[in-house]
Nanobody, 137 residues
Framework: QVQLVESGGGSVQAGGSLRLSCAAS????????MGWFRQAPGKEREAVAAIDSDGGTGYDDSVKGRFTISKDNAENTLYLQMNSLKPEDTAMYYC???????????????????????????????WGQGTQVTVSS
C-alpha cells in the first residue's frame, strides 16, 4: 500500500516561509507525477503545484513566483518551498501521487510519470493526511 506522509506545516506571519515535505513509501517518486493541493475551511480542495518524473513543474497562478515544488529521488521525498506567504495561503496542504501507468486525461494519453497540464484531484490515486499551514497578518 502506497503511503504519503506530509510534515513541515506550522504557523507563520505574513511574508514568512515554510517548507513542506512528503515522504513516500512503496512508490518511487522518481517515476511518478506528484503534486500538492490545499483546502481552506469551507472551500474546495485546489491544486497548488505538480512535478512529473522528468522534473517538469506546473503551478497555480496564485502561487507562481512564491512556491517551488521539488523532489529528492534518493530520499523519495517531495517538497514544497513556500516563500512570501500570505494569509490567503492558510489551508490544510496535501501531498498526492498518481499511479505510474499510461492513461487518458482530458482527451489525451499520458505515459506513466507524466503530468497533464494542471491536473485536478481526479488525476491522483494516493493522498496524504495533510499538514496545516496558518499564515497570520
Amino acid at each position: 500500500q502506497v503511503q504519503l506522509v506530509e510534515s513541515g506545516g506550522g504557523s507563520v506571519q505574513a511574508g514568512g516561509s515554510l517548507r513542506l515535505s512528503c515522504a513516500a513509501s512503496r512508490l518511487a517518486n522518481s517515476n511518478a507525477c506528484m503534486g500538492w493541493f490545499r483546502q481552506a475551511p469551507g472551500k474546495e480542495r485546489e491544486a497548488v503545484a505538480a512535478i512529473d518524473s522528468d522534473g517538469g513543474t506546473g503551478y497555480d497562478d496564485s502561487v507562481k513566483g512564491r512556491f517551488t515544488i521539488s523532489k529528492d529521488n534518493a530520499e523519495n521525498t517531495l517538497y514544497l518551498q513556500m516563500n512570501s506567504l500570505k494569509p490567503e495561503d492558510t489551508a490544510m496542504y496535501y501531498c498526492a501521487a498518481a499511479a505510474v501507468y499510461t492513461r487518458k486525461y482530458g482527451g489525451r494519453y499520458y505515459a506513466g510519470g507524466r503530468c497533464p497540464d494542471r491536473p485536478g484531484r481526479e488525476w491522483y490515486d494516493y493522498w496524504g493526511q495533510g499538514t496545516q499551514v496558518t499564515v497570520s497578518s
